[in-house]
């Protein structure tokens, strides 16, 4: 099985900050990587799919990058609605998702 | 409106069964591979279970042998059978739609069904 390795799982940061979250496979996953940000109570909702598409409707201060076992996702500047956990997820095989990145707001 | 709405879920004692269910509405649903993802109290989200447009179903480990996922298209509907169930089973249950092209993601989410096991 493939494991998705997030870090860090929690992260403090103010308004208008930059922010980058990453996520590391246990082995290639080629750019089979997609976001997702979950908010309290709420179902999880896509941002980043194939590593670097953004979803539509989805502001693009997100962003993301990375193939193979390194990814990363950021936030150009953090606005109040961005503090959520966020999830990175692969396809490449079955399906795996890390354990999540908690964004506070410092 | 495009919308998944899952049902079901509640209080059941080890050992029990519980069958979820998830109405689809806003598309086409048997164009779509369906899955379940579950999220156990404050933790992370685990894939649970999928079933193709053919009908085809798959499991991880950790269910396989115990969870039956169906779908019934001429129904909008999705469905989860849950035996042999266990104290770590407990979760809110996500009824979700794959986007299949180059790339698979998750692009619809029920806003999910609490499964509840315990005496």
């Known amino acids: 099985d493939i494991q998705m390795t997030q870090s860090p799982s929690s992260l403090s940061a103010s308004v208008g900050d930059r922010v980058t979250i990453t996520c590391r496979a246990s082995?290639?996953?080629?750019?089979?990587l997609n976001w997702y940000q979950q908010k309290p109570g709420k179902a999880p909702k896509l941002l980043i799919y194939a590593s670097s598409s953004l979803q539509s409707g989805v502001p693009s201060r997100f962003s993301g990058s990375g193939s193979g076992t390194d990814f990363t996702l950021t936030i150009s500047s953090l606005q109040p609605e961005d503090f959520a956990t966020y999830y990175c997820q692969q396809s490449y095989s079955m399906y795996t998702f890390g354990q999540g990145t908690k964004l506070e707001i410092k | 409106e495009v919308q998944l709405v899952e049902s079901g879920g509640g209080l059941v004692q080890p050992g029990g069964s519980l069958r979820l269910s998830c109405a689809a509405s806003?598309?086409?649903?048997?164009?779509?591979?369906m899955h379940w993802v579950r999220q156990l109290t404050g933790k992370g989200l685990e894939w649970v279970s999928s079933?193709?447009?053919?009908?085809?179903?798959y499991y991880p480990d950790s269910v396989k042998g115990r969870f039956t996922i169906s779908r019934e298209n001429a129904k909008n509907s999705l469905y989860l059978q849950m035996n042999s169930l266990r104290a770590g089973d407990t979760a809110v249950y996500y009824c979700a739609r794959m986007k299949r092209g180059a790339y698979w993601y998750f692009d619809l989410w029920g806003r999910g069904t609490l499964v509840t096991v315990s005496s």
């Open positions: 082995q290639s996953i080629r750019s089979y």
């Open positions: 079933i193709g447009t053919s009908g085809n179903p």
């Open positions: 806003g598309f086409t649903f048997s164009s779509y591979d």
